[in-house]
C-alpha cells in the first residue's frame, strides 16, 4: 500500500491537488491512460479528463481508481473534498455536475427557462437571485453556471440537443437589453455543429413532460442517466425502467417540436419583434 498523503490542510484547491495524485498513482504504477481503461472497464479518455481537471469522476469510478492502487483512505477522501469545493454546485447537484462533465452527448426540455448549459451571465444572475442567493454566494454561483457552458466549447464539445418550450421565450428578463442577449446567444449557440436547438410552440396540446425539466446524459459506459426538476424539487434517475419512460416521453416531444431551422426563424421573429432601444 503507497504511504498515505496528508490531505487535511495541504492544498487551497482540492480538484488540483486530486488531479495531481490521480496523474501520480498512475505513472508509479506503470499504467498508460489506455492499459487503465482496460483494467477497470471505463474509457481511456475518462481518466484522462480526472487527471487534467476537467472532471472529478463519480463515485463508482473513484472508488475503483482507490481499489487498483491500493489507497482507499486517502484517495477517498481527497476526493470528497473536491466535491465539497466551496466554488462548486450545492450538494444536490454535485452528483451529477460530476456526470454531466463525463457525458457523451446531452439531450435535455426545458419547461421555463433556458437550460444552465444557456444561460447567459445576466439571466444566471437574475435568475439565481429569484431564488434567494445573495452577495459573495450569488457570485460563485453565477461564475460557477457560466463556466458550465464551457462543456459545450473547444475542440472535440459533446453532441447537445435541447427542446424549449414557448414559455422560455416568453418569460423575459427586467432588462431589455439582457433579455436581447439572452435570446441572441440561443441563436447563436444553435449555430454550433453539436448543438440542436427546437421550439415547443403553445397550442401542441398537453404531454408527458408538461411540468417537468429533464436533462439526459449518455455516459463514457453507454449507459444513460437523467437528472429531473419540477416545482419543488430534483432527483437524479439511474434506474434503467425509469430513464427508458423519460426518454419515451422526451421523444413524443420532440415530435412537437419546430425543427432546427424554423427554431431558429421564431426566435429571431422574436428578436425582430422587441422594441428597438432608444438611441443615447
Given at each position: ?120 451571465a445576466a ?45 422560455v421565450l ?99 421573429r422574436l ?10
Open positions: 500500500m503507497p504511504p498515505r498523503r496528508v490531505v487535511t490542510g495541504r492544498s487551497k484547491e482540492p480538484r488540483k491537488r486530486f488531479a495531481e495524485e490521480l496523474r501520480l498513482l498512475r505513472t508509479q504504477q506503470g499504467d498508460s491512460l489506455r492499459k487503465l481503461g482496460e483494467v477497470l472497464g471505463w474509457d481511456a479518455s475518462l481518466f484522462g479528463k480526472m487527471e487534467s481537471g476537467k472532471t472529478i469522476g463519480s463515485p463508482e469510478v473513484v472508488e475503483a481508481l482507490a481499489q487498483h492502487y491500493g489507497a482507499e483512505e486517502w484517495l477517498l477522501t481527497l476526493w470528497e473534498l473536491a466535491v465539497g469545493d466551496p466554488t462548486q454546485f450545492k450538494e444536490q447537484y454535485r452528483r451529477y455536475m460530476s456526470l454531466e462533465q463525463e457525458a457523451m452527448s446531452l439531450w435535455q426540455y426545458s419547461v421555463r427557462r433556458p437550460p444552465g448549459l444557456l444561460q447567459t439571466y444566471a444572475r437574475e435568475a439565481l437571485a429569484a431564488g434567494g442567493h445573495r452577495g459573495k454566494e450569488l457570485d460563485e454561483q453565477v461564475n460557477a453556471r457560466v463556466d458550465r457552458r464551457n462543456l459545450l466549447e473547444g475542440e472535440d464539445p459533446p453532441p447537445f440537443r435541447v427542446i424549449l418550450c414557448e414559455a416568453r418569460n423575459s428578463l427586467r432588462d431589455p437589453r439582457e433579455w436581447r442577449e439572452q435570446l441572441q446567444y440561443l441563436v447563436d449557440t444553435s449555430e454550433r455543429h453539436n448543438v440542436t436547438l427546437h421550439v415547443l410552440p403553445f397550442g401542441t396540446g398537453l404531454h408527458g413532460l408538461d411540468s417537468t425539466d429533464v436533462m439526459f446524459l449518455r455516459l463514457l459506459d453507454g449507459s444513460t442517466v437523467a437528472y429531473v426538476e419540477t416545482d419543488v424539487r430534483g432527483e437524479l434517475i439511474e434506474e434503467n425502467d425509469r430513464v427508458e419512460r423519460l426518454q419515451r416521453a422526451y421523444d413524443a416531444v420532440r415530435d412537437l417540436a419546430l425543427s432546427p431551422a424554423e427554431s431558429q426563424k421564431f426566435i429571431t428578436l425582430e419583434e422587441m422594441p428597438c432601444e432608444p438611441s443615447t
